[in-house]
């Protein structure tokens, strides 16, 4: 299932370091993943402010959700 970033992103960076397909980039005014996302979870580790969730799952998180970029 792809992931999303919340607004809880704190635009450090770190997700993008870990993805391995590069799928991660700065959008304005938060990080975007784009539909290429593959769930490989590295992203979600090591994200300090738990802001990438499964798409689906977003609305239980209260955050919302940045669809930048998404089809």
Do not use: K
């Not at 397909?21 to 979870?41: E, K, L």
């Not at 994200?47 to 689906?56: F, L, Q, S, T």
């Amino acid at each position: 299932m792809p992931h999303m970033i919340t607004d809880a992103c704190a635009q450090c960076g770190l997700c993008v370091d870990v993805c391995p397909i590069s799928a991660i980039s700065p959008g304005d005014p938060i990080y975007v993943i784009d539909d290429t996302c593959c769930d490989f979870m590295e992203c979600v580790a090591e994200c300090p402010e738990e802001a990438i969730v499964p798409i689906p799952d977003w609305e239980e998180t209260g955050a919302a959700p940045n669809t930048e970029g998404r089809s």
